[in-house]
């Protein structure tokens, strides 16, 4: 069983910059994968950024150039910085991590960007 606490999320104006953070209960294997997706209201879940253990990395064309995530091994946490934000990035963001091929999610936390 893994847990996952997000923090960082809140309101910001389009061209503005947030940082999400997201640590796992556990030590974060070179197996694991961990990420981040969102949601908009009314729409699917989609993938935001995902890394692995071994430091791979992947991003969607949407959000490619704009948002890094990356890892602090030592404190079990990832992050994702997100630059230039524009109103169609406003979801609640869940950071996700797989692994053993059980999948774990966070509870969400909520990026707001004004027009």
């Known amino acids: 069983q893994v847990q996952l606490v997000e923090s960082g999320g809140g309101l910001v104006q389009a061209g503005g910059s947030l940082r999400l953070s997201c640590t796992a209960s556990?030590?974060?294997?070179?197996?694991?994968?961990m990420g981040w997706y969102r949601q908009a209201p009314g729409k699917q879940r989609e993938l935001v950024a995902t890394?692995?253990?071994?430091?791979?990395?992947n991003y969607p064309d949407s959000v490619k150039g704009r948002f890094t995530i990356s890892p602090d091994f030592a404190k079990n946490t990832v992050y994702l910085q997100m630059n230039s934000l524009k109103p169609e990035d406003t979801a609640v963001y869940y950071c996700?991590?797989?692994?053993?091929?059980?999948?774990?999610w966070g509870q969400g936390t909520q990026v707001t960007v004004s027009s």
């Open positions: 890394i692995t253990g071994g430091g791979s990395t």
């Open positions: 996700y991590t797989r692994r053993l091929l059980m999948d774990y």
């Open positions: 556990s030590t974060i294997l070179n197996g694991d994968v």
